[in-house]
Every structure is written in C-alpha cells, then in structure tokens.
C-alpha cells in the first residue's frame, strides 16, 4: 500500500467507534417484514450525516410491477421503499461502485431461546450481539464507513460510489430492485454478507410457494370416516423430498462438494380448528433451492407437476387436487467468472491485507446479488464479516472482522474508483 491507502485503513480504525454505535442504532430497530420504517430510518440519517442526499426508491412503482424480476407478494407493496444516496465523483477517470446491505431480519421468535433481549444490542468478548447483528446490520456498518473513511482520510475518489440500503432480501429481492429500477447501476457492486472473507461466485435460485388442500370434517368418533387435511399434508411433504432428491441430481462442479444444496425447507404448516375435529383444510409454506442453470419457471412446473402426480396416487386427492400459489422469492440462480477484473481486485486488497487468498464460495441460499448479475452491469459479489447464529436465536457478528471488512472494501475503492488527493 501507498501512503494515501495506509491513510485510509488507518482511517476506518479512527471510525471504529462510530462504526459500532451505527451498528447497535440498527439493531435496535426490529425491522422485521413489515417492521422496517425504523431501520430505513436510521439509514436514512445516517446517509444524510455523511453528506450524502438519501433517495427513496419506492416498491410499488409501475415499473417495479412490470419487471420481470419482481416478486409478486400476498401482503401489500404500498408505500414501501428501499434508500440508495451516491457520492459524487471528485474527478473523472475511475470505475463506480455500489455497497449494498439489506436492513430486513427475520424473526426473533423463538424470542425465549435468547440469552437476552434480541434488539437490545451488547458489545461482549469482541462480538456484537443482537438479532440482525450479523445478518447484517454489521456488514452495513462496515460498508458505510469504508466509503466515510476516504473522507476522514481527506481524500477523493474519481468515480461515484452508491450506498444502498434495502429491504425484503430475506423474502423477494424487491428492495434491491426498486434501487436499479430507480436507475442506481454502476460498474461493480459489493455485499458485506456474513459469509466471511470469501468471493462469491455462484448461488442458487430459491423460490417460495404454499400448498393448500381440503379434507373431511368429522367428529372424532366418526375419524375414520373423514380426511384428515394435516396427515394429507404429510404425504405431499414426502413426494416434494422425492423432488428435492431430483434437483441435486445435477449439481455442477462448483456444488459437487455438497450432498444437498438444492435444499427444501417446510417453514411453515397451519390447518385444523379444534383437537377432537378432524381437519378440513390445511396449508404449508416451503422454500425449495435449485440450480442456477434451472430457471423459475422451470423449477416451478416441476413442483406442480410433482404435486399432480401424487395427488394421482392418491383416491381423495384425485378428486380435490391440492392447490399450490408461487410468492415472494422466485430468484434465478446464477454462476459468474471468478476472474472478472472486479472480483480479481477485490480478491488482491484482501490478500494484501491479510497475507491469504480469499476462498470462492458457492452459495446455497440467495442474495440481492441476483439484481445486480440478472439485470444490471455490476461485476458483483459478496465479501463480509464473520457471523454466528444468523437466523437463530443468540446472533452475533465479530466486530474485528467487521473492523476489516471496512478496511478492504475501503482499499478496493481506493483502487477501484481511483483516489483523488
């Protein structure tokens, strides 16, 4: 490193503290879905501190609605939005950048598995604990005090830099859309995911859907004269395993490591009304993983025709067909070079930094990659801290990873957009 670069990363250890009280401000915020306002909030100032001019790109534009990455959602788009605000170029002759970070989480239920209340951030042993913390509220916080740390180093970049901070990237992706729907594109385009110090360079597609189905009702005496809905559930569960086992016939060499990447969660399962009545309707939620050379409309056909055919099999199913509804992620898959001149970079600020090469990951679950790498210019990847527990109950993030997660992504800006003195 030159001077003005030893500048910079001495820059963002100045701004550790800042860093980390940004991190718990977010965390405090429980921005679940439908919950984010307070989290957008806190970016929003936090943006507008750091001379920036925050943009709200809103979710239920025309536009959005007609593109055809959009994921149509049950619950209303109206007056949602996701925050992008860019830096302008001090000088001409550099490549821009955008970081991007979801403010969404999921939620903290179980919430009497936690140790401590999961929105009350605490700083302990050098981890940040706090729902969200990793998953990734931390990574946000690094991202936005690379680019404060040109600043406090009294430096200038020669191409501009977008932060944006979105969400519904754990449920549709429509956030980082609405950004690149609103025109926020650029040459490269970083995650801080909490995937570690790693370039991603594949990922899966993931969909969502819900299976709907009736029964008979009958009073316990008379069970065997009814269809239980609950049990008929279970059975359509067993044929989507079977489906499951199809998709990861085919893995490629980036997942041949893996027995099951193409994984299938069954999140959620609601039906019946009362214990001694034999359920009439029933309803479960999955997520299903699928290749990235398999698109949506693919991979969807295969999971009605999965369900038409057993219901086949089955004497009441035959005659009352289950009903399945396609919402939320419906995200291509996708594989990248690992030798794009972005990623390359990104890869050597990292070594440099640290004396080791930074590993390719191929992912199992989505990102907002998928707008970038589908309908934008990026060169595009993740690099992040190191996390625990996301999605789980005690969540945490390694503040010193997220302390060099800044520096690196601070490097790469240096190098990618070229200083200006």
Aim: hydrophobic share 40%.
């Amino acid at each position: 490193m030159d001077k003005k670069e030893l500048a910079l990363t001495e820059a963002v250890e100045s701004l550790q503290e800042d860093m980390l009280d940004f991190t718990c401000r977010l965390v405090a915020q429980p921005s679940v879905l439908g919950e984010e306002d307070g989290a957008l909030e806190v970016m929003e100032q936090e943006m507008a501190s750091l001379g920036l001019d925050p943009v709200r790109a809103p979710m239920d534009s025309p536009e959005m609605a007609a593109h055809p990455g959009f994921a149509p959602t049950p619950w209303s788009q109206e007056g949602r939005y996701s925050l992008a605000a860019t830096r302008p170029a001090d000088a001409e002759g550099g490549k821009s950048v955008i970081l991007n970070g979801h403010l969404d989480v999921v939620s903290e239920e179980p919430s009497d598995r936690w140790e401590r209340d999961p929105y009350e951030p605490l700083i302990d042993g050098g981890w940040l604990h706090g729902r969200g913390a990793g998953d990734m509220k931390g990574g946000v916080a690094a991202m936005t005090y690379a680019l404060k740390a040109v600043e406090r180093a009294g430096l200038g970049l020669a191409a501009p830099v977008t932060l944006e901070g979105v969400i519904e990237e754990e449920c549709t992706g429509n956030g980082a859309l609405a950004c690149l729907v609103a025109g926020f594109d650029a040459d490269a385009a970083l995650i801080p995911e909490p995937f570690g110090p790693i370039i991603l360079t594949s990922q899966v597609g993931v969909m969502w859907f819900k299976v709907s189905l009736t029964g008979v009702a009958k009073h316990t005496l008379e069970a065997s004269s009814g269809v239980n809905a609950i049990e008929t559930c279970c059975y359509l569960m067993k044929a989507l395993r079977e489906l499951e086992k199809d998709f990861n016939q085919n893995k490629g060499e980036d997942y041949a490591h893996l027995d099951n990447p193409a994984h299938l969660n069954i999140g959620v399962i609601q039906g019946g009304d009362w214990p001694s009545t034999v359920p009439a309707m029933a309803e479960f939620h999955c997520r299903l993983g699928f290749m990235p050379d398999v698109s949506f409309e693919q991979a969807s056909q295969a999971v009605r025709d999965c369900l038409a055919q057993a219901a086949q099999q089955d004497a009441w199913l035959r005659l009352n067909p289950p009903e399945v509804e396609f919402y939320g992620f419906r995200s291509q898959g996708h594989r990248v070079p690992r030798d794009q001149p972005a990623l390359n970079l990104l890869g050597q600020c990292h070594e440099e930094l640290s004396g080791e090469q930074a590993a390719s990951y191929a992912c199992t679950c989505t990102t907002d990659l998928r707008s970038f790498v589908a309908y934008g210019r990026a060169q595009a990847t993740c690099f992040g801290p190191v996390a625990q527990n996301i999605h789980s109950p005690n969540e945490r993030v390694n503040i010193d990873s997220m302390i060099y997660t800044a520096k690196v992504y601070a490097l790469f800006l240096a190098r990618w957009c070229g200083l200006v003195q």
